[in-house]
């Protein structure tokens, strides 16, 4: 079922106070807020009509609007992002999203689940557990998403120095192929998906989305690119810097559903 809506959030002014482990310097706000009307701009150019939050300073993790929740064609699941400066992104998300889906489950305390550790392969979840997303909050969402017809998996990547998130380090893009880094190479998990590898040096790559019949992907890693394009993927490179700054790649920019 192809996507129809999306629901952004543009970084606030203090986006360059968030929580980051990047040594590449301050993001630079108003080249921030150019790639983030850029990365509408190709959502929408994808047939998909978005909802734009307002700028949120009380939090400014915000525009990282994937960590809220998770979307799909029949339900919606209110998460607990792991950071505690974060808890309070999650209101104002689900308020928006109960415009279309007016039962919206939630984790609960002490549960902790990033979108970021979540990935949907044709109604199948593989839920990474990671620094910001625990045991108890992974096995409240396999069940609230049993009761929603979905199955899902479990994905350890807390043993990694290199994976903020799951989507840090693998992307699914249709078709049955998942664009996956080193360290997933042999992951029992994904036995079932041709791997599309993508190279060390060209890791923050892997955080790239399927948006109907276009691959948005973060721009400056030609060989990923030009693999995604000999498998003959519709292919739209974006500028990230200022996000990859911030830990935040291509998924966490934007709900879509």
Same mark, same amino acid.
Do not use: W
């Given at each position: 079922?192809? *996507?129809?809506?999306?629901?952004? @959030?543009?970084?606030?002014?203090?986006?360059? !106070?968030?929580?980051?482990?990047? !040594?590449?310097?301050?993001?630079?706000?108003?080249?921030?807020?150019e790639q983030h009307r850029a990365y509408c701009q190709a959502i929408e150019e994808c047939g998909l009509e978005i909802t734009d939050l307002p700028a949120d300073p009380l939090h400014p993790d915000g525009t990282f609007v994937e960590d809220t929740a998770i979307v799909m064609a029949h339900g919606a699941i209110a998460l607990r992002p792991g950071a505690p400066s974060r808890v309070g992104e999650v209101d104002?998300?689900?308020?928006?999203?109960?415009?279309?889906?007016? !039962?919206?489950?939630? %984790?609960? &305390?002490?549960?902790?689940?990033?979108?970021?550790?979540?990935?949907?392969?044709?109604?199948?979840?593989? %839920?990474?557990?990671?620094? =910001?997303?625990?045991?108890?909050?992974? @096995?409240?969402?396999?069940?609230?998403?049993? !009761?929603?017809?979905?199955?899902?998996?479990?994905?350890?990547?807390?043993?990694?120095?290199?994976?903020?998130?799951?989507?840090?380090?693998?992307?699914?893009?249709?078709?049955?192929?998942?664009?996956?880094?080193?360290?997933?190479?042999?992951?029992?998990?994904?036995?079932? *998906?041709?791997? %599309?590898?993508?190279?060390?040096?060209?890791?923050?790559?892997?955080?790239?989305?399927?948006?109907?019949?276009? &691959?948005?992907?973060?721009?400056?890693?030609?060989?990923?690119?030009?693999?995604? &394009?000999?498998?003959?993927?519709?292919?739209?490179?974006?500028?990230?810097?200022?996000?990859?700054?911030?830990?935040?790649?291509?998924?966490?920019?934007?709900? =879509?559903?």
């Amino acid at each position: 079922m192809p *996507y129809t809506h999306a629901l952004v @959030r543009p970084p606030a002014s203090n986006f360059a !106070d968030g929580l980051t482990s990047s !040594d590449e310097g301050a993001p630079d706000i108003a080249l921030a807020l150019e790639q983030h009307r850029a990365y509408c701009q190709a959502i929408e150019e994808c047939g998909l009509e978005i909802t734009d939050l307002p700028a949120d300073p009380l939090h400014p993790d915000g525009t990282f609007v994937e960590d809220t929740a998770i979307v799909m064609a029949h339900g919606a699941i209110a998460l607990r992002p792991g950071a505690p400066s974060r808890v309070g992104e999650v209101d104002s998300v689900v308020a928006a999203l109960r415009r279309h889906f007016p !039962d919206i489950a939630q %984790i609960f &305390v002490p549960g902790t689940v990033d979108g970021g550790d979540v990935c949907e392969a044709d109604g199948h979840f593989l %839920i990474g557990l990671s620094s =910001r997303t625990n045991e108890l909050g992974a @096995r409240q969402l396999a069940r609230l998403l049993g !009761d929603l017809q979905c199955t899902s998996s479990i994905v350890d990547i807390r043993g990694s120095e290199t994976l903020l998130h799951l989507k840090s380090g693998l992307a699914y893009l249709g078709n049955g192929c998942m664009a996956v880094t080193a360290e997933f190479a042999r992951d029992p998990a994904l036995s079932r *998906y041709e791997k %599309i590898p993508v190279r060390a040096e060209e890791r923050y790559a892997a955080n790239c989305i399927r948006v109907n019949d276009r &691959v948005l992907v973060a721009a400056g890693y030609p060989k990923f690119i030009d693999m995604l &394009v000999a498998r003959r993927f519709n292919i739209v490179p974006l500028e990230m810097s200022e996000f990859r700054k911030m830990d935040g790649g291509l998924s966490c920019l934007s709900l =879509r559903f």
